[in-house]
C-alpha cells in the first residue's frame, strides 16, 4: 500500500537537540575543542561602554568569523545567511535552534572598531600557536619563511599618477591608514622608490605582478611556520616589494622568540632572502643556520673566470687569481684599518694592471678590462656558510620543506578563498591575514586530532 505523509499532524512540543545533529567527525566539532574564548571579555571590557543598551555577544561574532575563514565564507552577508541555516555552524556559534543571527552590518562596526582597537585577531592567532605547541605539533628545530601576494579591495584600472597625485583625493580611512604606515619598514619605509600607479581607494596597496598573472594593487602575508606539521608560529602583512618581505621575517623570527620561546635551528627561504644582510643577521646576530640560496650576481655569462675561481686569503685580505697573482681592496680608506665598502656593503678587490697584461689568461678572465677585479661583501662569511649547507645532505629536506609554507598559501587562496581581500588599508589587510592564519592552525589542529584518534579507535 502506498503510504502517505501527513502533513497536518504536527506535534505540539518538539524535543530537539542541536548537539545530537551536529555529526561526531564533523571539522567544526573537532575545531571547537581547540577554540577557548574565555577570556575575551575581560580581554574587550574597556572597550565597551558600562552603560547603555547591551550590544552584540562579541564571542558569536569572533566564532562566526571563525566558521567563515574556516570554510571560505568571505561575504559577512552570507555569513550571517549560512549561520542562521546551518546546524553545525549554530551549533559552534552556540546559537541553539532559534538564536538571532545579527546583522551583516554589526560586522563592519566591530572589526574597524573596537576589535582592531584591542588587537583582538592577533590574540586569537597567538592563541591558537600557544595551543599547537601544548598539543606538541611545534617542533621548533626548523622554519620556513615565505610570502604571497594577495590582492586588494580596489580597481587596477582606477589610479592616480604617484603619490603626488593623492592630493586631490578625499580623506578617508584608508588614505589615513596610508599615511600612517609611511614610514613603517614594511610599508611605506621599506623602499624610496615611488610607486607609479596608486589606488586612490587604497593608497598603500602596490602596483605589481605575481608569476604570470596580470599586475595589480596588492598587500603580501607573510608567513613563518614550524616545518614539522606545518604549524604557522607568526603572520605579518607587508607591502608587496621584496624589502618588506624580509623585515617582515626578522620581525617574526624576533616575536617567535618573543612570545612563544621559539628559537629555530635553521630557517629555510627562498633567493629573496639571500641577501648579504639578511644572512649576516641569521648567522650573526640570530644564531640561525640559513638553509638560503644566496643572492649572488657574480655569475658569468661571457665563460671568464667565476668569483669562485679566485681563492681568499683571510690572513692577507686578498684574492689569489688562478694565475697566482694577488687581487688587493682598492677602495680602501688609508685612515681606517678597513677597506672601505660601496653602499650595498661590497669591496672591490683589484688586480695590478702590470700582471694583467702580461698574463696568458687574460682572455679567460678579463678579456675587456685592462685589470681584472672581484667583489667581496662585508658579510662574506655569513654567504660562504650558506654556500656550504646547501651542499650538505640535509639542502634536498630543506627544500621540499619549503614546499610545506607553498602550500600553505595555496590552500588559503584556493581552499579558504583568501586570494582577493575584502578589508582596506594596512590594517584591513593585518586583520584578514590574522584571521585566516588562525583557521588554518585550528583545522590543522582539527586533522591532527582527528587522525590520532582514529589511529587510537
Ligand atoms: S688576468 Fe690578471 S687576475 Fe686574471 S688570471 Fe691573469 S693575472 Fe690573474
Not at 545533529?21 to 564533523?26: G, I, L, N, S
Not at 573537532?30 to 577557548?36: E, K, Q
Not at 561602554?49 to 568569523?65: F, H, K, Y
Not at 600612517?180 to 614594511?186: E, N, Q, R, S, Y
Request: proline content about 4%.
Amino acid at each position: 500500500m502506498m503510504g502517505e505523509r501527513r502533513v497536518a499532524q504536527e506535534a505540539l512540543f518538539y524535543e530537539f537537540s542541536l548537539d545530537r545533529h551536529v555529526p561526531a567527525e564533523h571539522l567544526l566539532r573537532a575545531i571547537d575543542r581547540f577554540v577557548d574564548l574565555s577570556g575575551l571579555r575581560e580581554h574587550l571590557r574597556g572597550f565597551y561602554s558600562a552603560i547603555g543598551r547591551p550590544s552584540i555577544d562579541p564571542e558569536l561574532m569572533l566564532r562566526m568569523l571563525i566558521v567563515g575563514y574556516c570554510f571560505g565564507i568571505r561575504s559577512e552577508r552570507r555569513l550571517c545567511e549560512e549561520v542562521h541555516l546551518n546546524l553545525a555552524y549554530r551549533w559552534f556559534c552556540r546559537l541553539g535552534l532559534d538564536g538571532d543571527v545579527p546583522d551583516h552590518s554589526t560586522f563592519s562596526k566591530n572589526r574597524h572598531g573596537r576589535f582592531r582597537e584591542s588587537d583582538l585577531f592577533r590574540q586569537l592567532f597567538e592563541a591558537t600557536v600557544r595551543r599547537c605547541i601544548e598539543e606538541g605539533l611545534v617542533g621548533g628545530d626548523g622554519f620556513a619563511v615565505d610570502a604571497s601576494l594577495i590582492r586588494a579591495e580596489a580597481n587596477r584600472q582606477t589610479y592616480v599618477e604617484g603619490t603626488q597625485g593623492l592630493g586631490a583625493v578625499p580623506a578617508g580611512r584608508a588614505v589615513e591608514e596610508y599615511l600612517a604606515v609611511l614610514d613603517d619598514a614594511v610599508f611605506g619605509g621599506a623602499t624610496p622608490v615611488e610607486p607609479k600607479r596608486v589606488s586612490p581607494v587604497d593608497p598603500a596597496a602596490r602596483f605589481t605582478q605575481a608569476h604570470g598573472n596580470r599586475a595589480d594593487f596588492c598587500y603580501a602575508t607573510n608567513y613563518l611556520i614550524d616545518v614539522d606539521n606545518a604549524v604557522i608560529v607568526d603572520v605579518e602583512a607587508s607591502t608587496a616589494v621584496r624589502q618588506a618581505e624580509v623585515t617582515a621575517a626578522k620581525r617574526m623570527i624576533e616575536r617567535a622568540a618573543d612570545r612563544h620561546g621559539l628559537w629555530p635551528r635553521k630557517l629555510i627561504g627562498d633567493t629573496g632572502y639571500g641577501s648579504a644582510g639578511m644572512l649576516a643577521w641569521l648567522v650573526h646576530e640570530r644564531g640561525i643556520e640559513p638553509h638560503v640560496p644566496v643572492f649572488d650576481k657574480s655569475a658569468r655569462s661571457d665563460g671568464a673566470f667565476e668569483r669562485s675561481d679566485f681563492t681568499f686569503d683571510h690572513e692577507d685580505d686578498s684574492y689569489i687569481c688562478p694565475a697566482g697573482k694577488r687581487l688587493r681592496p682598492r677602495n680602501r680608506n688609508f685612515t681606517s684599518p678597513r677597506p672601505e665598502a660601496d653602499q650595498d656593503g661590497f669591496i672591490r678587490y683589484r688586480a695590478r694592471q702590470q700582471d694583467c697584461s702580461s698574463c696568458a689568461l687574460k682572455p679567460q678572465c678579463t678579456p675587456i678590462l685592462p685589470a681584472r677585479k672581484v667583489t667581496r661583501s662585508i658579510h662574506e662569511g655569513a654567504r660562504d656558510l650558506a654556500r656550504a649547507l646547501s651542499h650538505e645532505d640535509e639542502w634536498i629536506t630543506s627544500r621540499r620543506e619549503r614546499k610545506k609554507v607553498e602550500m600553505l598559501f595555496a590552500h588559503l587562496k584556493r581552499i579558504m578563498r583568501l586570494d582577493r581581500l575584502r578589508l582596506r588599508g594596512p590594517n584591513g589587510a593585518r586583520d584578514e591575514f590574522h584571521l585566516a592564519a588562525a583557521a588554518q592552525n585550528l583545522r590543522k589542529l582539527a586533522k591532527i586530532s582527528i587522525a590520532r584518534q582514529m589511529r587510537m579507535t
